[in-house]
């Protein structure tokens, strides 16, 4: 257990609705990171926050956006999904912001897309 | 543009003997590497990690080995166990500005160790 949580687990819609992906980073760690893996792919990264604030922005499309929290949780907001969307959704955390962080991942939520 | 490619899919290697993952990147500006594993229906879990000073980061029986000319990084089990099958992905950062970073990580490869 990473201590990093991720709720829904599991969240079947249909195109065009919208989501959100909840994550709680373990205690103490102050930076969020989501991530997409989609059918036989990597992991990409999507955006990153710290403290609240965004600090780095991967491949996250303009449908997709995020927040983090006062109390450090974070959210992902899929909007308009398309069935491209389906896939695994990680958060992770890492006490600082830097690249030079061990990122603890959460068990991730899986989306599908009918 | 994959600026971080694990070229092998798959690998199998035989329980006892050494398992190599390789991992090449592109762009120069990556100075810190990570190796992360991922079993079936989980997250991925930190495995080692080295900077781009260095050239070698042991633990344990997981050794990484980092080639800057080559932007090369190859991942050592040595000796491999079946309880390290899983996927290892090999991920790299850079600091861009004074506080932002870019991550990348690669696509993976599937290592089965056989009893």
């Known amino acids: 257990d990473s201590g990093v949580t991720q709720t829904p687990k599991h969240l079947i819609t249909a195109t065009g609705q919208r989501v959100t992906l909840r994550c709680s980073p373990r205690s103490g760690d102050l930076s969020v990171y989501w991530y997409q893996q989609s059918l036989d792919q990597g992991l990409q990264f999507l955006i990153q926050?710290?403290?609240?604030?965004?600090?780095a922005k991967g491949n996250i499309l303009e449908r997709f956006s995020a927040q983090q929290f006062p109390d450090l949780h974070s959210e992902l907001n899929l909007s308009s999904l398309e069935l491209g969307d389906s896939a695994l959704y990680f958060c992770?955390?890492?006490?600082?912001?830097?690249?030079?962080?061990?990122?603890?991942f959460g068990p991730g939520t899986r989306l599908t897309v009918l | 543009d994959q600026q971080v490619k694990q070229n092998s899919p798959s690998l199998s290697v035989q329980e006892g003997r050494i398992s190599i993952l390789n991992c090449d990147y592109t762009?120069?500006?990556?100075?810190?590497f990570l190796w992360y594993k991922k079993y079936p229906a989980e997250g991925p879990t930190f495995l080692i990690s080295?900077?781009?000073?260095?050239d070698k980061n042991e633990d344990g029986r997981f050794t990484v080995f980092l080639n800057k000319s080559a932007k090369h990084l190859s991942l050592h089990i040595v000796p491999s166990q079946p309880g390290d099958s899983a996927v290892y992905f090999c991920?790299?950062?850079?600091?861009?500005?004074?506080?932002?970073?870019?991550?990348?990580f690669g696509t993976g490869t599937r290592l089965k160790v056989l009893a």
């Open positions: 080295i900077s781009s000073i260095k």
């Open positions: 992770a955390s890492s006490v600082q912001a830097g690249g030079r962080n061990e990122q603890f």
């Open positions: 762009n120069s500006m990556f100075d810190y």
């Open positions: 991920a790299a950062s850079a600091e861009l500005t004074s506080g932002t970073y870019k991550y990348i």
């Open positions: 926050y710290y403290n609240g604030e965004e600090r």
